[in-house]
């Protein structure tokens, strides 16, 4: 790295730093902590429901996948549009009309406290592993292009991002999330035109050259369920993506951050819609990278290894100041994610898991004092899943298979809660045990696919079978036994 690369890494990283300093003075109560002023204007919200969505797992991970295979992984990507209408139709004014900091205070008003424990339990879990895998790919990111430790990486990147977002509260991560959107853009933009223009003649022969490698191909459209063709992409996008827009804690407090209503379906949508376009430029500067390196030279070690690819070309190829923008942009992809991640779970531990039934019994500076610790709880869990991911190999597919598995199906209770009116405690808890015993089997039959038990199936379907599961057979039960 060159000097100039390391004042624009550390210049950025300071005003980060610098901007959740100034809103901590602003977080004297857990709702300003959460929810804030209410006076963050709609298109910073837009952007940061964005940044929330873009993380190291899109910058690093999905060149790496282009690089390696096609552009599969933009089939998922497709689905974003759907998920965002049914979510701005039918979930935003839910969470509008309760107006709470959890998502999950609808499943207790549905279901009882049970079915707010299950959910809020599976988002934690999802969390958390996400937060690992972001961390580890921001380490492998520094340790290609500075070559320092990755342990060491993990350890202060996620005490960094640790700090930040105690400082801040919601307010400073909604502006840091809008500038970190503008950064990594940029930052893509720059990286692209810069491999083509290494290239004989430019995007022609990026595109030539790819096509004749089929690398834009989208995946099989056959109609095998245990292999990632197009069509268990796209179902699995459609799930998780609703999962995301509808029911996820990172989501539903920008909703509930802006004034109204109408302010929130817009931000929602279109916060949505920019990652379309934003992921394409991801998955065409992987494609980029594996013409480049058809005509020059890379190292053995990483000719299976895409997810490694891309910060190698910003270490050894990138000119000094390009190098410390995409840097600067990794960084601001992780770290947006990352401090929206710890915001929304201590808010989650705070309103479902600690706060008592009567809020004035518990007061401001504990309830600040909680949101503090729980932050700090959620970093330390968060490195220690870093470090584990350390020798995963094929960092999108195993996010990708664990976001199925944690997520216990609990999108399965919220559609039951939303499109049925009846009450009652054992059909849905009935149907979420029916279906958490569905997602174990598909796990297990993954682990063993030899025994006369397992199902062929493809790790992605696992949200959508265990949903299914649990909303099928509730609302079947809600029809047909009586009350």
Known sequence: MQFLD???????????????????????????FTLGSGKVPSWVVTLSIFATFVSSISYLALPGSAFSGNWNPFVFSISIPIAAVIAVKYFVPIYRKINSPSAYT????????????????????????????????????????????????????????????????IEAILWADAIQAIVLIVGA?????FIQAQLPDGFSTLIDEATKEDKFSLGSYGF??????????LIYGLFINLQNFGIDQNYIQRYMVLPSESAAKKAAFFGGLIYLPVSALFLLIGTAL????????????????????????????LPAGFSGLLVASIFAAGMST??????????????????????????????????????????????????????????????????????????????????????????PLFSA???????????????????????????????????????????????????
């Open 6 to 32: 390391l004042i624009v890494i550390v210049g950025y990283l300071a005003l980060i730093l610098f901007l959740g300093g100034s809103f901590f003075s602003k977080n004297r109560t857990a709702g300003s």
């Open 106 to 169: 609808f499943m207790e008003q549905r279901f009882g406290a049970w079915a707010r424990m299950y959910t809020a339990l599976c988002y934690l879990l999802t969390q958390l592993m996400r937060i690992g895998t972001i961390l580890y790919l921001l380490a492998v990111a520094i340790n290609a292009i500075l070559g320092w430790d990755i342990v060491w990486v993990i350890i202060i990147t996620g005490i960094f991002v640790s700090v930040y977002s105690i400082l801040g509260g």
């Open 189 to 193: 933009l720059v990286c692209l035109f």
């Open 224 to 233: 095998a369920w245990d292999t990632p063709t197009f069509w268990v992409v």
């Open 290 to 317: 594996y013409v480049y390196f058809q005509q020059e030279t890379l190292p053995i070690a990483l000719q299976t290894s895409g997810d490694k690819v891309f910060p190698y070309f910003i270490s050894k190829v």
């Open 338 to 427: 990352i401090s929206t991640s710890f915001n929304s779970m201590a808010t989650v531990f705070l309103t479902d898991f600690y706060q008592p039934k009567k809020n004035d019994l518990l007061e401001e500076k504990k309830k600040i004092r909680v949101l503090y610790v729980a932050s700090a709880i959620i970093g330390v869990a968060g490195i220690a899943v870093a470090l584990i991911m350390i020798d995963v190999k094929g960092v999108l597919d195993t996010w990708w298979k664990f976001a199925s598995i944690f997520s216990g199906g609990m999108l399965g209770l919220f559609l039951l809660g939303i499109t049925t009116r009846r009450k009652s405690l054992k059909i």
């Open 433 to 483: 045990i029916s279906g958490v015993i569905a997602i174990f089997w598909m796990t297990l039959s993954q682990s063993f696919p030899s025994q006369t038990w397992a199902i062929e199936i493809h790790p992605y379907l696992t949200i959508v079978i265990g949903t299914m599961v649990i909303y099928i057979l509730g609302f079947l039960l809600f029809k047909f036994i009586p009350k």
